[in-house]
């Protein structure tokens, strides 16, 4: 079982820049997928970004593609989530998702383990 805590959210002007992580409890990090989805008010859940278990495999949502990074840190059982460009649009609570030995999927149903949200706000 994994734990995972996200951080580093908060409220950034339009075009900025902001990194939030996420990191999990545990010594077997090495061996989930991490995506990184996000909600808006009204909306459901949307997938952002993933990174395969072994860090060989990313994918991002159109969405996001270009100006949003997803990486990790297996010695700081960590992974994080840069996003560059920010728009008002991309005001969400971001939450951070493992899967065991996961290739990196798209899907929400795929991933076992999630944080707890933290809000990320982009003001115009």
């Known amino acids: 079982q994994v734990q995972l805590v996200e951080s580093g959210g908060g409220l950034v002007q339009a075009g900025g820049s902001l990194r939030v992580s996420c990191t999990a409890s545990?010594?077997?990090?090495?061996?989930?997928?991490v995506g990184w989805f996000r909600q808006a008010p009204g909306k459901e859940r949307e997938f952002v970004t993933t990174i395969s278990y072994n860090g060989h495999t990313t994918s991002y949502a159109d969405s996001v593609r270009g100006r949003f990074t997803i990486s990790r840190d297996n010695v700081k059982n960590t992974a994080y989530l840069q996003m560059n460009r920010l728009k008002p649009e991309d005001t969400a609570v971001y939450y951070c998702a493992a899967e065991h030995y996961g290739l990196g999927s798209r899907a929400r149903q795929s991933y076992k383990y999630w944080g707890q949200g933290i809000q990320v706000t982009v003001s115009s």
């Open positions: 545990g010594r077997t990090f090495d061996e989930y997928a």
